[in-house]
């Protein structure tokens, strides 16, 4: 489920980054009216901040994957013991 999110996350980001050099290269090389090119800006600093955020939840999440890797570890180290234990 955590890894399902993490690559939604991941699609998420390469589309953004995907809108935000498609703006960029229209403002560079189209002619555009003055207020189109004043929102594309803005679109772009906004996709620019979802993308930083995306980022920085994509580092939690790897941190939330390794956390429940340990715990699994763990179980199983666990359900070892107990067993050599149960049978000695």
Do not use: Y
């Not at 555009?32 to 800006?41: A, D, G, R, S």
């Amino acid at each position: 489920m955590l890894l399902k999110h993490a690559n939604v996350l991941l699609f998420w980001h390469l589309i953004g980054c995907k809108q935000i050099r498609s703006m960029e290269h229209k403002i560079q090389h189209e002619t555009l009216p003055l207020k189109e090119e004043k929102q594309f800006i803005r679109d772009i600093k906004q996709l620019k901040q979802i993308r930083e955020q995306f980022s920085s939840n994509m580092g939690s999440q790897d941190e939330v994957q390794q956390a429940m890797d340990q715990k699994d570890q763990s179980e199983e180290r666990l359900k070892v013991l107990f067993a050599v234990t149960v049978i000695a």
